[in-house]
């Protein structure tokens, strides 16, 4: 049985769900692979091919080149392999990013790493997964004695053509695997040793673990927790779940009225148990009641790249495309305005549509505000003359959300705070399910590659409109759910 570093670093998350995966793959839940996972995959290319240009008398091997194959490459004596694989007598396999012969004849490895710094949560346990690497190629007879990431600077702007030392820096991380290389050791061994068992699982450890880390096969083992559960509960606490778990109770609504919990948890606890909204009007009305008219409900739609596309930009950075903005007077007028740009350039042009429309006037609604400040700060660093009316947006900025996150309370919200959790409930006769972009994902994608590929693009002006009425909608959605609070 093969057992890669993605592998150990999900089972080091959930044993159960490899096991599930390694020895009834038919009946493991994949999730659908999404044009946005394709991107990423690309972006990881991208990133390794700027990599290899560190390396210019790197050797490329085969894709998927097999580890007899890779030991005849290293026998030729080269300093630079790009892609050996290496495996051991149990199974372990690995396929080394970069790797460099010393002058003792022993190796150093480059691992490719996408993000702008060393991740060690335990989904994306960088640290670890090339500890496994070395352990691959220890187990197969070669001696490592240096182990590095490269990652994208978080610091590096882009300007004129991609330097690839500047885009990227090289982190040595040799120490931090020694510190856990015996540990990792033992782990696999286990791991090992677990995908072997010929078991009965119809628990995984994900059950006592918040609804962020839950793995992919959680409903797949755990069939019994439905709609409801105490996972939903805001912020609730590892210690928390295993208590109620203790208890015996899965529903939220069987939660013991003398258990100790926050003061957003009791009221959703209230809202299960009566299946009604719980909010404070009173709260609800004076908050809202602060807010200057005009209102201008805005959304912001981004784009990404790990590898900056234009100068300006960092790796990762949001490269604002859209706008939609839905304008309430205080006689009740509603106007809207929208803006998409049709090729990738900075967002001056955005900025300046948005000023000639709102002004320096009323409050600026949006939904999870942080984001849209967030941007509002980025376009103020690319155009500092801008960053009066930019500014003025982020002083008078008001968060929908928080509403919901404070004050009002719906089971029907599943623990969630987000508007595509809201609207369905307060105005179910608006949809996002009846558009072709449903998402601010699916947005950043179609929108790149309208602008990358449009080659790839038979009718670009019906993926622009569907763009178009997507963001459209995530402020009209704010509209109606702010008229529905002002007539409580």
Same mark, same amino acid.
């Given at each position: 049985?093969?057992? =890669?570093?993605?592998?150990?670093?999900?089972?080091? +998350?959930?044993?159960?769900?490899?096991?599930?995966?390694?020895?009834?793959?038919?009946?493991?839940?994949?999730?659908e692979?999404?044009?946005?996972q394709?991107k990423?995959?690309?972006?990881g290319?991208?990133?390794?091919?700027?990599?290899?240009l560190?390396?210019?008398?790197?050797?490329?091997?085969?894709?998927?080149?097999?580890p007899?194959?890779?030991?005849?490459?290293?026998?030729?004596?080269?300093?630079?392999?790009?892609?050996?694989?290496?495996?051991?007598?149990?199974?372990?396999y690995?396929?080394?990013?970069?790797? @460099?012969?010393?002058d003792?004849? =022993?190796?150093?490895?480059?691992?490719?790493?996408?993000?702008? +710094?060393i991740?060690?949560?335990?989904?994306?346990n960088q640290?670890?997964d090339? *500890?496994?690497?070395?352990?691959?190629?220890?187990?197969?007879?070669?001696?490592?004695?240096?182990?590095?990431?490269?990652?994208?600077?978080?610091?590096?702007?882009?300007?004129?053509?991609?330097?690839?030392?500047?885009?990227?820096?090289?982190?040595?991380?040799?120490?931090?695997?020694?510190?856990?290389?015996?540990?990792t050791?033992?782990?696999?061994?286990?791991a090992?040793?677990f995908l072997?068992?010929?078991?009965?699982?119809?628990?995984?450890?994900?059950?006592?673990? =918040?609804?962020?880390? $839950? *793995?992919?096969?959680?409903?797949?083992?755990?069939?019994?927790?439905?709609?409801?559960?105490?996972?939903?509960?805001?912020?609730?606490?590892?210690?928390?779940?295993? @208590?109620?778990?203790e208890?015996?109770?899965?529903?939220?609504?069987?939660?013991?009225?003398?258990?100790?919990?926050?003061a957003?948890?009791?009221? %959703?606890?209230?809202?299960?148990?009566?299946?009604?909204?719980?909010?404070?009007l009173?709260?609800?009305k004076?908050?809202? +009641?602060?807010?200057?008219?005009p209102? $201008?409900?805005?959304?912001? @739609?981004?784009?990404?790249?790990?590898?900056?596309?234009?100068?300006?930009?960092?790796?990762?950075? %949001?490269?604002?495309?859209q706008?939609?903005? $839905?304008? &309430?007077?205080?006689?009740?007028?509603?106007?809207?305005?929208?803006? &998409?740009?049709?090729?990738l350039?900075?967002?001056?042009?955005l900025?300046?549509?948005?000023?000639?429309?709102?002004?320096?006037?009323?409050?600026?609604?949006?939904? $999870?505000a942080s984001?849209?400040?967030?941007?509002?700060?980025?376009?103020?660093?690319?155009?500092?003359?801008?960053?009066?009316y930019?500014?003025?947006?982020?002083?008078?900025?008001?968060?929908?959300? =928080?509403?919901?996150?404070q004050?009002?309370?719906?089971y029907?919200?599943l623990?969630k705070?987000s508007i595509?959790?809201?609207?369905?409930v307060l105005v179910p006769? &608006?949809?996002?399910k009846?558009?072709?972009?449903?998402?601010?994902?699916e947005?950043l994608?179609?929108?790149?590659?309208?602008?990358?590929e449009?080659e790839?693009? @038979?009718?670009?002006e +019906?993926?622009?409109?569907?763009?178009?009425?997507y963001?459209?909608?995530?402020?009209?959605?704010m509209?109606?759910?702010?008229?529905?609070l002002?007539?409580?």
């Amino acid at each position: 049985m093969q057992l =890669t570093k993605t592998n150990f670093i999900q089972y080091l +998350s959930c044993p159960e769900s490899l096991w599930l995966l390694k020895n009834k793959e038919n009946e493991y839940p994949f999730g659908e692979f999404s044009l946005f996972q394709e991107k990423l995959r690309n972006e990881g290319f991208e990133v390794e091919h700027y990599a290899q240009l560190l390396f210019p008398d790197g050797l490329r091997l085969d894709e998927y080149i097999a580890p007899t194959a890779t030991k005849k490459e290293l026998d030729k004596g080269l300093k630079f392999y790009f892609q050996p694989s290496f495996e051991t007598s149990r199974g372990g396999y690995a396929v080394i990013d970069i790797l @460099e012969r010393s002058d003792n004849n =022993t190796w150093h490895i480059y691992e490719i790493k996408s993000s702008t +710094s060393i991740k060690t949560d335990s989904k994306h346990n960088q640290i670890k997964d090339a *500890c496994f690497q070395k352990y691959v190629m220890t187990e197969a007879g070669y001696t490592v004695s240096k182990v590095s990431i490269i990652n994208l600077n978080k610091g590096y702007i882009k300007n004129g053509d991609i330097n690839p030392s500047e885009l990227l820096e090289i982190v040595d991380i040799t120490n931090e695997v020694n510190q856990i290389y015996s540990e990792t050791v033992n782990e696999i061994n286990t791991a090992f040793n677990f995908l072997k068992k010929d078991i009965s699982i119809d628990r995984c450890s994900c059950i006592e673990k =918040t609804r962020s880390n $839950h *793995c992919d096969a959680f409903n797949y083992f755990n069939s019994e927790i439905d709609e409801h559960n105490i996972y939903e509960l805001n912020r609730i606490s590892v210690k928390k779940i295993k @208590e109620l778990r203790e208890l015996g109770v899965s529903k939220i609504k069987d939660i013991p009225d003398n258990y100790n919990l926050t003061a957003k948890q009791q009221l %959703q606890l209230v809202s299960n148990q009566k299946e009604e909204a719980v909010y404070d009007l009173k709260e609800i009305k004076n908050t809202l +009641s602060e807010l200057k008219f005009p209102l $201008h409900f805005i959304d912001y @739609e981004t784009f990404p790249t790990a590898v900056p596309k234009i100068d300006g930009l960092s790796p990762h950075e %949001q490269l604002t495309f859209q706008v939609s903005i $839905h304008t &309430l007077l205080s006689d009740g007028t509603l106007k809207h305005y929208e803006y &998409l740009s049709d090729s990738l350039e900075l967002p001056k042009k955005l900025i300046e549509y948005m000023e000639s429309i709102t002004g320096l006037t009323g409050t600026f609604v949006s939904w $999870h505000a942080s984001f849209e400040k967030g941007r509002n700060d980025d376009m103020m660093r690319l155009f500092p003359e801008h960053k009066p009316y930019l500014d003025f947006m982020n002083t008078n900025m008001f968060d929908l959300e =928080t509403i919901f996150t404070q004050y009002y309370v719906d089971y029907r919200f599943l623990g969630k705070t987000s508007i595509k959790n809201v609207l369905p409930v307060l105005v179910p006769e &608006l949809s996002y399910k009846v558009l072709n972009v449903q998402n601010g994902t699916e947005a950043l994608d179609t929108w790149g590659r309208l602008v990358l590929e449009p080659e790839k693009i @038979e009718d670009k002006e +019906s993926v622009r409109k569907d763009l178009l009425e997507y963001c459209k909608l995530d402020t009209l959605a704010m509209v109606k759910i702010y008229e529905k609070l002002i007539a409580l």
